[in-house]
């Protein structure tokens, strides 16, 4: 395992962090994937379920982003899946475009390994302060214009 660097913040440089993002949906996989790799993390991708589980089984990333709305094995499943084994503390925010009802979202919360819920469409600037929040990571300087 790669020893984290942390800067005098205390915060950890977020290229050491792997974050797997799990969508049927290849447009948003790729806005996805372009916000949180702008954040300095890697990114990982899963379309399905079963992509899902098998990458997090094998990567073994330090978060996982997981719309709930999956085709086969859905996001419920693998949120499951993920409480076992060597994947049972890796933190998951859930996305979901689907309208669920206040008494579902906090069901979901409650699980353990959930971190954080999200409805879509999906906010980059609070998906990125989310990431970095949960993660623990310096978010990138950003340049400052004059």
């Known amino acids: ?42 990114v990982a991708r899963a379309v399905d379920g079963q992509e899902a589980s098998r990458k997090a089984r094998e990567l073994r990333p330090d978060f996982v982003v997981l719309d709930f709305m999956l085709p086969g094995l859905g996001g419920f499943e693998v949120l499951r899946e993920l409480q076992t084994g060597e994947s049972s503390r890796v933190p998951v925010l859930v996305i979901t475009g689907r309208h669920m009802d206040r008494q579902t979202i906090e069901l979901v919360r409650h699980e353990p390994n959930v971190r954080d819920f999200m409805e879509k469409p999906i906010r980059p600037v609070l998906l990125a302060a989310t990431l970095h929040r949960l993660l623990q990571t310096r978010p990138p300087e950003t340049p400052r214009s004059s």
């Open 1 to 42: 395992m790669e020893e984290e660097i942390l800067s005098s913040s205390g915060l950890v440089d977020p290229q050491n962090k792997l974050v797997l993002i799990v969508d049927d949906d290849s447009s948003l996989l790729d806005l996805l994937e372009r916000v949180i790799k702008k954040e300095g993390f890697r």
